[in-house]
């Protein structure tokens, strides 16, 4: 077994002296060279080949993650955009020639550069702890800042392990910060050019307002109640495999996942038992005995599910079986018809699948927008016609149509919320252009001045006319 550092909050008087240090180094402009930036994600790409180990254990400790799981979604996904960035970054930071300028002002030369916002702070979420702190850090070093990391307290493993690795790059320009609320608090109070942050909608609200008040740009990655629609026409079989796929995995920590789905009821018998079909191919022996089925982080989450499970109205088709001292718990099932339910009407973050029998596509709709109308994701079953209707009446950060949250796993795909579930975005291109400043110059010739001579006062009617 890999042998994991100990979890260790940052003395809250030491912050300041760090954020310090860090803006200091943007300051000396030493993140600005393109060789830099490309050295430091290939030094990232080290670090996370050489403890690949500590990764996988860190998250099977934190979460009951299978190694195979840690491997696809955090380890190579992350390895594999420090390759895939640090070889677009010349093409990124280019400058931009501006479309339909007029002649005149084709004489300046006018174009975008693309200049590091300066000094970030990145707040993580414990779900998906290395890929959602290392994703925003590797958009934040290839567009040339410096940068702090806060990961969550809540997988302290992945975090002493997030600090391991960051510590093999240019310490004066990028360094963790351990902690939780006070930390994270005495971190917002220091000057920042750019806070990225993922996590919860009420966090989101609290750094929003702190980003106001020094008018700091931001990202907000947050979560949403994200309707699966399934309509009579849909492939049920398929349905089943691709949702209960989308609630399994990390035992349905992942923002993307689908919290509710409204499904025609003239299909609910057939989806349910292909659901209870599913369940027994992805784990014969049953979940928990599963090495490839995941736990709930903490008691705080596991209590939070349970009571959600304890005050629904619903009806269970399949599983309910809970155990406190493992923190399992295995898919549920449960058949609801309230909108008021509170498995419907929050948020789940848990292997919980709600379903909402519906007596059409448009009622489907209509309950899918009252529930959450900017919810993170949408995932729609059903014919050409229905999909396509579910999208243009519908509002969501990204869709995925025939399958739960794939679009969140395409590389170059922008990803982000709206409204309630986040703004702005990242991934590939979109991570680099989260700190970024496009700024606009010009360069004015000193021969063109007597062109330019009518701007001069003192001005006349002569000079108007001419
Ligand atoms: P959380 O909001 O509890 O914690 C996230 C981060 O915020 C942690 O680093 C934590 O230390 C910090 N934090 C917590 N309370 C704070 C406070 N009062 N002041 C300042 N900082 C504070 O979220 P979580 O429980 O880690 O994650 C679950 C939520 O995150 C779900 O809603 C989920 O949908 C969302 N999420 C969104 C994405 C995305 O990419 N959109 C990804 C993962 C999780």
Same mark, same amino acid.
């Given at each position: 077994? %890999?042998?994991?550092?100990?979890?260790? !909050?940052?003395?809250?008087?030491?912050?300041?002296?760090?954020?310090? $240090?860090? $803006?200091?180094?943007?300051?000396? !402009?030493?993140?600005?060279?393109?060789?830099?930036?490309? #050295?430091?994600?290939?030094?990232?790409?080290?670090?996370?080949? /050489?403890?690949?180990?500590?990764?996988?254990?860190?998250?099977?400790? /934190?979460?009951?993650?299978?190694?195979?799981?840690?491997?696809?979604?955090?380890? &190579?996904?992350?390895?594999?955009?420090?390759?895939?960035?640090?070889?677009?970054?010349?093409?990124?930071?280019?400058?931009?020639?501006? %479309?339909?300028?007029?002649?005149?002002?084709?004489?300046?030369?006018?174009?975008?550069?693309?200049?590091?916002?300066?000094?970030?702070?990145?707040?993580?979420?414990?779900?998906?702890?290395?890929?959602?702190?290392? =994703?925003?850090?590797?958009? %934040?070093?290839?567009?040339?800042?410096?940068?702090?990391?806060?990961? *969550?307290?809540?997988?302290? !493993?992945?975090? @002493? @392990?997030?600090?391991?690795?960051?510590?093999?790059?240019?310490?004066?320009?990028?360094?963790?910060?351990?902690?939780?609320?006070?930390?994270?608090?005495?971190?917002?109070?220091?000057?920042?050019?750019?806070?990225?942050?993922?996590? *919860?909608?009420?966090?989101?609200?609290?750094?929003?307002?702190?980003?106001?008040?020094?008018?700091?740009?931001?990202?907000?990655?947050?979560? =949403?109640?994200?309707?699966?629609?399934?309509?009579?026409? %849909?492939?049920?079989?398929?349905?089943? $495999?691709?949702?209960?796929?989308?609630?399994?995995?990390?035992?349905?920590?992942?923002?993307?996942?689908?919290?509710?789905?409204?499904?025609?009821?003239?299909?609910?018998?057939?989806?349910? #038992?292909?659901?209870?079909?599913?369940?027994?191919?992805?784990?014969?022996? =049953?979940? +928990?005995?599963?090495?490839?089925?995941?736990?709930?982080?903490?008691?705080? #989450?596991? #209590?939070?599910?349970?009571?959600?499970?304890?005050?629904?109205? =619903?009806?269970? @088709?399949?599983?309910?079986?809970?155990?406190?001292?493992?923190?399992?718990?295995?898919?549920?099932?449960?058949?609801?018809?309230?909108?008021?339910? &509170?498995?419907?009407?929050?948020?789940?973050?848990?292997?919980?699948?709600?379903?909402?029998?519906?007596?059409?596509?448009?009622?489907?709709?209509?309950?899918?927008?009252? @529930?959450?109308?900017?919810?993170?994701?949408?995932?729609?079953?059903?014919?050409?016609?229905?999909?396509?209707?579910?999208?243009?009446?519908?509002?969501?950060?990204?869709? *995925?149509?025939?399958?739960?949250?794939?679009?969140?796993?395409?590389?170059?795909?922008?990803?982000?919320?709206?409204?309630?579930?986040?703004?702005?975005?990242?991934?590939?291109?979109?991570?680099?252009?989260?700190?970024?400043?496009? +700024?606009?110059?010009?360069?004015?010739?000193?021969?063109?001045?007597?062109?330019?001579?009518? +701007?001069?006062?003192?001005?006349?009617?002569?000079?108007?006319?001419?």
């Amino acid at each position: 077994m %890999a042998e994991l550092p100990t979890f260790e !909050h940052t003395p809250v008087d030491d912050i300041p002296a760090i954020a310090a $240090r860090v $803006r200091s180094s943007f300051l000396s !402009h030493k993140t600005r060279p393109l060789e830099f930036r490309i #050295q430091q994600l290939r030094k990232l790409y080290w670090a996370l080949k /050489d403890n690949e180990a500590l990764v996988t254990e860190a998250c099977k400790r /934190d979460l009951g993650k299978s190694s195979f799981e840690t491997y696809l979604v955090e380890i &190579s996904w992350c390895m594999n955009d420090c390759v895939w960035m640090a070889n677009n970054i010349p093409r990124f930071a280019k400058d931009e020639k501006p %479309a339909d300028i007029a002649l005149s002002n084709q004489l300046m030369g006018p174009r975008i550069r693309k200049d590091p916002l300066g000094t970030a702070l990145i707040i993580g979420a414990y779900n998906v702890p290395f890929r959602l702190s290392l =994703g925003p850090l590797i958009g %934040a070093i290839a567009a040339g800042c410096t940068a702090i990391l806060k990961p *969550s307290e809540s997988a302290p !493993h992945a975090a @002493v @392990v997030l600090a391991k690795i960051v510590a093999e790059l240019d310490p004066s320009c990028y360094t963790v910060v351990q902690g939780a609320i006070p930390e994270t608090t005495t971190l917002l109070d220091q000057k920042w050019d750019k806070i990225f942050y993922t996590g *919860s909608e009420t966090v989101g609200v609290i750094i929003a307002k702190k980003a106001a008040q020094t008018l700091t740009p931001l990202t907000l990655e947050l979560g =949403g109640k994200n309707p699966a629609i399934i309509t009579r026409n %849909a492939n049920i079989t398929l349905a089943a $495999r691709r949702l209960l796929w989308a609630k399994t995995l990390n035992a349905g920590q992942i923002c993307l996942s689908q919290n509710c789905t409204f499904i025609d009821r003239e299909v609910v018998p057939a989806f349910i #038992q292909e659901l209870k079909n599913t369940l027994n191919e992805f784990y014969p022996g =049953g979940a +928990r005995q599963s090495p490839d089925y995941g736990r709930i982080v903490n008691q705080k #989450q596991f #209590q939070r599910l349970k009571q959600m499970l304890d005050t629904s109205s =619903g009806k269970i @088709v399949v599983g309910g079986t809970m155990d406190e001292s493992d923190l399992f718990i295995e898919p549920t099932v449960v058949e609801v018809n309230d909108i008021n339910d &509170s498995l419907v009407s929050n948020e789940s973050f848990g292997p919980l699948l709600p379903i909402f029998p519906v007596t059409d596509l448009d009622e489907a709709i209509k309950i899918a927008n009252e @529930v959450d109308d900017t919810p993170l994701g949408t995932y729609a079953f059903g014919n050409k016609k229905e999909m396509e209707q579910i999208l243009s009446q519908t509002r969501s950060g990204g869709a *995925s149509l025939n399958d739960g949250f794939f679009h969140g796993s395409v590389p170059n795909l922008p990803f982000g919320g709206i409204g309630s579930s986040g703004q702005g975005a990242y991934h590939g291109k979109a991570s680099f252009e989260a700190f970024t400043h496009r +700024r606009s110059i010009t360069t004015t010739p000193a021969w063109i001045d007597r062109m330019l001579d009518v +701007r001069y006062p003192p001005y006349s009617l002569k000079k108007k006319q001419k």
